[in-house]
């Protein structure tokens, strides 16, 4: 699974700026919990063959005990909880402060990987002026300058230095033939309801985990002969002194889930509409290339307006999924899951999908004879043949002349002669553009 670095430090010392510089992109998951102003971040980033997560939190003050300050300590304590290495930031130019100091006597005391690391160093010597920060006790500090990209790539070297990561990537061994379910969507949306319906008993409770680890949790389960592996993502409580009357769930489970998974279940509540949460993690699925369904769970506790305002909101909201197929259940009242279960077959059918060359390049062909691209300035690209890239995702891969210049809009007309075709419903579809390149380009 990826590794997961959480940056913590006190406000204004480029948290966010960082968190930007090592995700390359403003969009990440958020965690939103009702009540709270201050919430986590949550990106990937890639280093070489190494991918990781990263956690952007708000600024951490350990000693408050009242107001946002202790719900926003609450936030970095989870941060640091799910991540298994930690980069504190500290400002270089604003110099070491009390709260600096508070900051690390916490962290010492979890016994993490920790880098320390001062932010907006650039122009600046390694000498006296980033001596003070020795004091930390956490060892040698790292210059960098998020606003610069300045040793981002160290930072993150050595953030996961000690995590042992294999030179070569690691698959995870799975049995032969074992299809994998995750069941994504925010807490008591009636994921772990689903699967216990599912599995005709009550396999998964709410329970009180003692520690800090939320791991997803994996059911084998076996159905009309075929072995299943449903992953649950389920929210779990944890009441005590750090977490009380705040609903946790790790936002970090639920992506290395997906991650893992082959077919995704989007579980919406139907009582809540569909919220900015669910879009993120609607967003991430499509990025990380999965199958998925949706579903709206407890159909049966609204009535007909708010079944209109609903529906209006999943064409809206999500509507980037428009390819997978849409259920309306109950998983209390098991009402709607036998086609809701077969869809998922489906998605996955279609993620591992084998199309032909030659139907690929008929049906290209066809495509454009139909609508040709539009012409780019003096050249009109030229669209030849195609073939199957990969699986899970689907890729197809265009081939042919400056097509450079073919618009995302005419990409979503071919992935819509694609999809009709090979009936690609619940899967993303890549379409990939390769330009052939010109032997005489260079001779005089």
């Given at each position: 699974?990826?590794?997961?670095?959480?940056?913590?430090?006190?406000?204004?010392?480029?948290?966010?700026?960082?968190?930007?510089?090592?995700?390359?992109?403003?969009?990440?998951?958020?965690?939103?919990?009702?009540?709270?102003?201050?919430?986590?971040?949550?990106?990937?980033?890639?280093?070489?063959?190494?991918?990781?997560?990263?956690?952007?939190?708000?600024?951490?003050?350990?000693?408050?005990?009242?107001?946002?300050?202790?719900?926003?300590?609450?936030?970095?304590?989870?941060?640091?909880?799910?991540?298994?290495?930690?980069?504190?930031?500290?400002?270089?130019?604003?110099?070491?402060?009390?709260?600096?100091?508070?900051?690390?006597?916490?962290?010492?005391?979890?016994?993490?990987?920790?880098?320390?690391?001062?932010?907006?160093?650039?122009?600046?010597?390694?000498?006296?002026?980033?001596?003070?920060?020795?004091?930390?006790?956490?060892?040698?500090?790292?210059?960098?300058?998020?606003?610069?990209?300045?040793?981002?790539?160290?930072?993150?070297?050595?953030?996961?230095?000690?995590?042992?990561?294999?030179?070569?990537?690691?698959?995870?061994?799975?049995?032969?033939?074992?299809?994998?379910?995750?069941?994504?969507?925010?807490?008591?949306?009636?994921?772990?309801?689903?699967?216990?319906?599912?599995?005709?008993?009550?396999?998964?409770?709410?329970?009180?985990?003692?520690?800090?680890?939320?791991?997803?949790?994996?059911?084998?389960?076996?159905?009309?002969?075929?072995?299943?592996?449903?992953?649950?993502?389920?929210?779990?409580?944890?009441?005590?002194?750090?977490?009380?009357?705040?609903?946790?769930?790790?936002?970090?489970?639920?992506?290395?889930?997906?991650?893992?998974?082959?077919?995704?279940?989007?579980?919406?509540?139907?009582?809540?509409?569909?919220?900015?949460?669910?879009?993120?993690?609607?967003?991430?699925?499509?990025?990380?290339?999965?199958?998925?369904?949706?579903?709206?769970?407890?159909?049966?506790?609204?009535?007909?307006?708010?079944?209109?305002?609903?529906?209006?909101?999943?064409?809206?909201?999500?509507t980037f999924l428009k390819f997978a197929n849409l259920h309306f259940i109950s998983a209390r009242k098991r009402q709607g899951l036998e086609p809701l279960w077969k869809s998922m077959l489906k998605a996955h059918q279609a993620a591992n999908r084998k199309m032909s060359t030659p139907v690929l390049t008929r049906l290209l062909q066809q495509a454009v004879q139909f609508q040709t691209p539009k012409k780019s300035g003096m050249y009109r690209p030229k669209l030849r043949y195609a073939h199957q890239g990969g699986m899970n995702p689907p890729v197809i891969v265009v081939h042919g002349n400056s097509l450079e210049h073919v618009s995302d809009a005419y990409k979503r007309y071919l992935e819509g002669w694609f999809r009709k075709e090979f009936e690609l419903t619940g899967t993303p579809l890549r379409i990939e553009m390769k330009t052939s390149t010109n032997p005489y380009a260079d001779k005089d």
């Amino acid at each position: 699974m990826k590794p997961v670095l959480a940056l913590v430090g006190r406000p204004n010392v480029g948290k966010s700026t960082l968190f930007n510089r090592l995700t390359q992109s403003r969009d990440a998951i958020v965690a939103d919990y009702a009540g709270l102003t201050r919430d986590r971040h949550y990106g990937n980033g890639r280093q070489g063959r190494h991918e990781f997560i990263v956690i952007d939190t708000g600024g951490f003050e350990p000693t408050a005990e009242t107001g946002i300050y202790k719900e926003m300590a609450n936030q970095t304590r989870q941060a640091v909880a799910e991540a298994d290495a930690v980069i504190f930031v500290v400002d270089a130019r604003a110099g070491l402060s009390a709260q600096d100091h508070d900051i690390a006597n916490y962290l010492r005391k979890l016994g993490k990987p920790c880098v320390l690391t001062a932010n907006k160093a650039e122009g600046m010597q390694e000498g006296a002026q980033l001596a003070e920060f020795y004091e930390l006790g956490l060892g040698e500090v790292l210059p960098v300058s998020a606003a610069h990209g300045q040793g981002l790539r160290t930072l993150v070297d050595r953030a996961l230095e000690p995590l042992n990561l294999p030179e070569e990537d690691e698959e995870e061994v799975v049995e032969p033939g074992v299809i994998k379910f995750a069941v994504a969507g925010r807490p008591n949306v009636g994921k772990s309801t689903l699967i216990n319906t599912w599995l005709g008993e009550e396999r998964l409770i709410a329970f009180d985990m003692p520690g800090t680890t939320r791991d997803a949790i994996r059911v084998p389960f076996e159905r009309q002969g075929q072995k299943f592996e449903l992953i649950d993502t389920a929210g779990l409580r944890r009441k005590g002194r750090v977490f009380e009357a705040v609903e946790k769930f790790s936002v970090v489970k639920t992506l290395q889930a997906i991650e893992s998974a082959n077919v995704v279940l989007l579980l919406l509540d139907a009582t809540q509409g569909v919220t900015d949460q669910d879009a993120h993690i609607a967003g991430y699925i499509l990025e990380s290339g999965r199958a998925v369904v949706l579903a709206v769970n407890k159909w049966d506790a609204v009535d007909d307006y708010q079944r209109q305002q609903l529906q209006r909101q999943l064409e809206t909201r999500l509507t980037f999924l428009k390819f997978a197929n849409l259920h309306f259940i109950s998983a209390r009242k098991r009402q709607g899951l036998e086609p809701l279960w077969k869809s998922m077959l489906k998605a996955h059918q279609a993620a591992n999908r084998k199309m032909s060359t030659p139907v690929l390049t008929r049906l290209l062909q066809q495509a454009v004879q139909f609508q040709t691209p539009k012409k780019s300035g003096m050249y009109r690209p030229k669209l030849r043949y195609a073939h199957q890239g990969g699986m899970n995702p689907p890729v197809i891969v265009v081939h042919g002349n400056s097509l450079e210049h073919v618009s995302d809009a005419y990409k979503r007309y071919l992935e819509g002669w694609f999809r009709k075709e090979f009936e690609l419903t619940g899967t993303p579809l890549r379409i990939e553009m390769k330009t052939s390149t010109n032997p005489y380009a260079d001779k005089d």
